[in-house]
């Protein structure tokens, strides 16, 4: 079955400094999500890419879609204490079918030091 | 509107006993998600329910676990005769499901399961 692969599993970085997850589909994906879940919280929806090579901002993030669509990007420049939390990639196979199930990466933990 | 919701917010129950955790999803959302999250780790695919199509059950971890969706709505994932490696939170997300498939998935709080 299909398999998202995430990394870094954790990464710390002192404020100020930029911090990068990957995220890495075995098969081709009709798109790919990110959210993020704040410590002792539920996840929560960042943004949705379609398109092969896409590239969608929020601020201080940055997410980039893969031009064969099966890996993905969040960037984030500038960390703050704010961004503390786990990132997880979700991408949904391109099946063609009506099964339209997501299957989430393990998440990459960030912690921030102020 | 209301987001989704779960209840209990919190279980504690003893070995050997069954459990029922129940999962509001919102109003009109035709795909719904079971997750499972222990301590420090990533989410767990349980089950997944999409309109009135057989639901996806290849991450339910053993034949303790089983999940129905009554009218296409509400959920109640039964874990029985739990087990202290069941303690984790659950969580459950709801989402529409567009032409071309991927919609936002909306998370409840989660059920955080202890099993004493």
């Known amino acids: 079955g299909q398999q998202v692969m995430q990394i870094p599993q954790y990464q710390h970085v002192q404020e100020g400094e930029d911090f990068t997850t990957y995220c890495n589909s075995s098969t081709t994906l009709s798109n790919i999500q990110w959210y993020k879940q704040r410590p002792g919280g539920h996840p929560v929806f960042l943004i949705q890419?379609?398109?092969?090579?896409e590239v969608k901002k929020q601020k201080r993030l940055t997410f980039q879609f893969g031009e064969a669509k099966k890996n993905s990007s969040l960037h984030i420049t500038a960390t703050q204490t704010t961004d503390v939390g786990t990132y997880f990639c979700?991408?949904?196979?391109?099946?063609?079918?009506?099964?339209?199930?997501?299957?989430f990466g393990k998440g990459t933990l960030l912690t921030v030091n102020p | 509107g209301a987001g989704v919701s779960q209840s209990p917010s919190n279980k504690v129950t003893e070995k050997g006993k069954d459990v029922e955790l129940r999962c509001d999803p919102i109003?009109?959302?035709?795909?719904l998600y079971w997750y499972r999250q222990s301590l420090g780790q990533g989410l767990e695919f349980l089950i997944y329910f999409q309109g009135n199509s057989a639901p996806d059950k290849s991450g339910l971890p053993s034949d303790r676990f089983s999940a129905e969706r009554t009218g296409g709505s509400v959920s109640t994932l039964t874990i029985q005769r739990t087990q202290q490696e069941d303690s984790a939170v659950y969580l459950c997300?709801?989402?529409?499901?567009?032409?071309?498939?991927?919609?936002?998935?909306?998370f409840g709080p989660g059920t955080r399961l202890l099993v004493l």
């Open positions: 109003s009109g959302h035709t795909a």
């Open positions: 890419l379609v398109k092969s090579g």
């Open positions: 979700a991408g949904q196979e391109n099946s063609g079918g009506s099964n339209y199930k997501l299957t």
């Open positions: 997300a709801s989402s529409l499901v567009s032409w071309y498939g991927g919609e936002t998935q909306y």
